[in-house]
């Protein structure tokens, strides 16, 4: 039924059971290797079965300690990237190439499961890789400390605000050490203030971590200051038509947002979002 | 103790009273009021219903008892039916004695009954969720079950069953089956796509997924079921108890037994309102576990506290 077996998992970050690791086909070009990308897409493009021509010939790749974040008008198929990414739905052409086995997804709701508490939805990638329970735990703590929810960990999802779902749900994926971290408009829901909070843990997070990011957001102040590259994607289908390296360093000072470059480069990215319409 | 002479045209109003009786039950969800002088003023509300109510059956009684053409279908005053009917509490052979005697075989078969569709309920609903296919395959069958008249097939279901406990809990099951299978599969099919994407992504197993997301998401869908399953696991104890004359005699025995004497009618009353009264009780009993179980996480819990 479900079609994500068969990648390989050549990186020793994560404390998968070992059925996890038995199937070596496919990833010997992708062995964690400090240069080669973690995440690669090449004339990628996805037709559904209705015919929805979601997106059409993206080609780009994330290395480690790389956090790409791609904006784009509504119905693009940004989300589509992420699932094809993650394998949630298959491509129907041009190249995928990720280790599937290393992934976090941190999806626009937090999903977090309303019948289980912060710790135990912390715990659940963990707990549904086999991970033994004291494993789970010591690493969920640690997880937990990281997205600053100490104390709140008997809660369950109805008692959290907006933000510490968020938080819950990133904790929950970091808990494995993915390689690959994909975000779906993770903050989207939030408010401004509590965003840019996030959005400060987050760059802290990716310095501390160095795992490489693809990011999606419609906001573009959020995409120029979180990422190292920004993409944006024309409207359906879905086509890359802008390329910024942002020029600003590893530590993002939560001021950087008033200097001018911020401001240029936000300007040149709504140009091209405004082209991006017509 | 008087020999029934059978007279199935009223059996079906006998059941119906029941019917309205578990139906009209006590409000569900308790409004908002954490004090005790809110509660009591609450309380104030459904006295008063419970007084007209009352009343209404003085005015009754006593307009048919004045009047001797009509007195052989009177019916006894409310007292009458505490004092001949309810008292004394604890005698062998008459009040509430006895008919609590009579009230036990019921209730084991409605337990039992309800525990086997809540197990079997459940069971399908989930095989059904495994597939459209299974779904397709089941479902009219699951309807049908609910839309055949339990009491046109209660000859049928002798000849089949016979007619001791057995059959009792056919129709319990009969009755009982389908809200369970239905709510439950609701809920199953109800489980959030991005929780299950959650769970693809970690290559779980289908038999992980159902125990660890499917289940408990549909626990709350599922717990409605069962609420609704157990006020008809009574109905279908209580009119089993009506067509089934052998094996453990439950109260529909008893009330149908006193239906006919006005002289044991306060005892027919007071059975049939201690019948009601044990539908009553399972419905506020599942509706406590329900709450319960559910009380931390789902949106529904948060209105009772
Ligand atoms: N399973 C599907 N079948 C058919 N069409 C689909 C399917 N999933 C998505 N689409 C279509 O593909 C296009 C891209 O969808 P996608 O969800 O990727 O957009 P998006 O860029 O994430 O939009 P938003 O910013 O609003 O989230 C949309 O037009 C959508 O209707
Ligand atoms: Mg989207």
Redesign the pocket.
Known sequence: MFTLVGWASTVATTNFTEDMMTDTEYASDLSGTATSPRLRFEHLSMV???G?H?IDDVSFSVDPGEFVTVV?P????????LRIASGLTQHTGGVCDVNRDSIGYVFQDATLLPWRTVQKNVELNAELHGMSKQDRQRLSAEAIELVNLVGHEDKFPKQLSGGMKMRCSLARSLVLNPEVFLFD?PFGALDEITRERLNDELINLFNSEKFAALF?T?SIAEAVFLSTRVLVMSA?P?RLIGDYQIPFGAERPHDIRFEPEFAEICGLINNDLKDAHT | MTALDESPAEVPQESMAVTAAVGASVPVHQPKGSSKGHRLKNLIPPLVTFAIFIGVWYLYSWSRFDNPAQRRNALPYPHTVITDGFLPLWDESNGLRPILGYMWPTVKVTLIGLGISIVLGVAIAVVMNLSKGMERALFPYAVILQTVPILAITPLLTQLFGDEIGVRLVVVVLIAIFPVITNTLFGLQSTDRLHHDLFTLNHVSRWTRLRKLELPSALPAMMAGIRIASGGAVIGAIVADFFFNQGEKGIGYYIRNRQQRAANRPEMFAGTITASMFGVVMFLIVGAITARAIRNWHESASRQT
Do not use: M, N
Request: aromatic letters at 6%; a neutral charge; glycine letters at 22%.
């Open positions: 559904f079965p209705d929805t979601a784009g509504s119905g693009c198929g940004k989300s589509t990237l408009e999606i419609h359906r879905g």
